[in-house]
C-alpha cells in the first residue's frame, strides 16, 4: 500500500492500510498486527477479528463501572487495568490481578498465560467495544508477550495466532538485509514510493530462488546448510554478473567519489562556532609557548 500523498504520516498510512485489510478479509480470516497497530484502529476501521500486540506499559479499564458506593457522584467508567506492575518515580504501581490463569506444555515447557477479559478502551466511552489482554510468560523471555483480540479464544490459541504473523517478515528481512535495501536514502516522491516496492520484489524473488534452488553452502564449516536467500546471495556475490553483462545505457554505477570529503570529527555537521579538537603537535607548541 502506498501513501497518500496529502498526508504521507505513519499514523495516516496505518489506518489506510487497516481499512483495505478489512475489505479485502474474509469471515474466516483474522487480522494480526504487531506493536506499531493500536487496538483504536482496528475499533475505528470496524474489523470484527483481530489480534494485536499490545505495548508493555498498555493500560484499559473494565467496561463495567464499579457500584455506587453511596457518597459523591456514581462512577461512569470502569476501574483500570495494569497487566504489568510499572514504576512512577519512587512509587512502584502493582499489577492488577488476572481474571483468570492458564497453563500448557510447549516443547518440555509449561508456559503460563494471564487473562484480563471485558476491557475497553481507557480514554473510550461507556458502551464501547470490548476486548480480552492475554499476557503470555514463556520461561525463554523475560518479559512476556501481551497480546489483545476481540474473538473468544483460548490464550493459547490467541498466541498461535499471532506466531502465524511471523513469516511475513521474510520478505522485508531479505530486503534490506540480504539485497542491502536497508540503507538506501532517496528524496523524490515517486522514488520514495518506489524504492520499498522493488525491495520487496527483489526479495521475494531472492526468497523463492533461495528456497526452490538446492542449498548452497558458505564454506567448508557449512555442514548442514539450508536454502536461505543468505547463502544464495554469497554465490551469486562470486559471479561476474553484471560485468560481463552489456546493460542498457541508463543502467550504469553512480560515481559518487568521497576522497575529496572530510572524513571523522570534521566530517560531522556543527555549527560554525564549534572549537576545532587541539591534535598533539598542537598541544606540544602550547606547551612549548607556556
Not at 504521507?8 to 506499531?36: F, N, Q, T, W
Not at 487496538?39 to 498498555?58: M, N, S, T, Y
Not at 476501574?79 to 483468570?100: C, K, L, N, S, Y
Amino acid at each position: 500500500m502506498r501513501t497518500d500523498p496529502a498526508d504521507p504520516s505513519p499514523a495516516a498510512h496505518r489506518r489506510r492500510l487497516i481499512a483495505v485489510a478489512a475489505e479485502r478479509r474474509a469471515a474466516d480470516e483474522v487480522l494480526v498486527g504487531d506493536r506499531e497497530f493500536r487496538i483504536a484502529d482496528f475499533q475505528a476501521a470496524g474489523v470484527p477479528a483481530w489480534v494485536a500486540r499490545l505495548p508493555k506499559h498498555c493500560t484499559a479499564r473494565r467496561a463495567t463501572p464499579p457500584p455506587y458506593g453511596g457518597r459523591g457522584r456514581p462512577p461512569t467508567r470502569g476501574r483500570v487495568v495494569r497487566p504489568r506492575p510499572r514504576r512512577r518515580q519512587e512509587r512502584r504501581i502493582a499489577a492488577t490481578p488476572p481474571d483468570q490463569v492458564a497453563t500448557w506444555a510447549e516443547d518440555t515447557k509449561v508456559v503460563r498465560a494471564e487473562v484480563w477479559t471485558d476491557l475497553v478502551l481507557s480514554d473510550a466511552t461507556p458502551g464501547g467495544p470490548p476486548f480480552t489482554v492475554v499476557a503470555v510468560h514463556h520461561p525463554a523471555y523475560q518479559q512476556p508477550l501481551l497480546l489483545g483480540t476481540p474473538l473468544a479464544l483460548a490464550p493459547e490459541q490467541v498466541r498461535a495466532v499471532y506466531r502465524d504473523r511471523w513469516p511475513v517478515e521474510q520478505l522485508p528481512l531479505a530486503a534490506k538485509q540480504m539485497v542491502g535495501a536497508a540503507r538506501q536514502f532517496v528524496h523524490a516522491p515517486e522514488t520514495c514510493q518506489r524504492l520499498p516496492e522493488l525491495a520487496l520484489l527483489a526479495g521475494s524473488i531472492l526468497s523463492y530462488a533461495a528456497a526452490t534452488l538446492p542449498a548452497t553452502p558458505t564454506g567448508f564449516w557449512d555442514r548442514q546448510p539450508r536454502p536461505t536467500p543468505g547463502r544464495l546471495r554469497r554465490v551469486l556475490a562470486r559471479c561476474h554478473f553484471p560485468h560481463d553483462v552489456p546493460l542498457p545505457p541508463r543502467l550504469r554505477q553512480k560515481a559518487s567519489p568521497t576522497d575529496h570529503l572530510p572524513k571523522g570529527w570534521f566530517g560531522q555537521r556543527r555549527p560554525a562556532s564549534a572549537p576545532l579538537p587541539a591534535s598533539s603537535g598542537d598541544s606540544e607548541r602550547a606547551v612549548e609557548a607556556a
